[in-house]
């Protein structure tokens, strides 16, 4: 199975397993890693923003439009971040690292 890396808000790095076909926000709320998820991954808010690791943000599709226009409401927006809802894990994403943003 694959596995992905949170980084913590606190710095603290959490490798979980990662099943294929769930998105970012679903690994994390398994395995009780700290993301909001208020609209439950309906693409309505920006509560599950996450950075993605410089090295794994070009493995990605591009982020939507919709998907750019909720992370213009995200805190501590940078370059690399997504919403952990729109990030679907495949076989190629394993080892996949996300940071949260600090809150």
């Known amino acids: 199975m694959p596995q992905?890396?949170?980084i913590e808000s606190d710095g603290n790095e959490r490798t979980v397993d990662?099943?294929?076909g769930?998105?970012?926000l679903e690994i994390a709320h398994?395995?009780?890693i700290d993301i909001?998820?208020?609209c439950e991954g309906s693409l309505a808010c920006a509560t599950c923003h996450v950075i993605v690791d410089p090295t794994w943000a070009v493995e990605l599709p591009d982020a939507t439009?919709?998907?750019e226009d909720m992370l213009d409401l995200a805190f501590g927006l940078e370059k690399t971040s997504r919403l952990g809802c729109q990030i679907?894990?495949?076989e190629a994403l394993n080892g996949l690292v996300v940071r949260?943003?600090?809150?």
């Open 4 to 6: 992905m890396t949170f």
């Open 18 to 20: 990662a099943p294929v």
């Open 22 to 24: 769930l998105s970012v």
């Open 30 to 32: 398994k395995h009780g």
């Open 36 to 38: 909001e998820g208020a």
């Open 65 to 67: 439009e919709d998907e």
């Open 88 to 90: 679907v894990m495949t």
């Open 100 to 103: 949260l943003p600090r809150r």
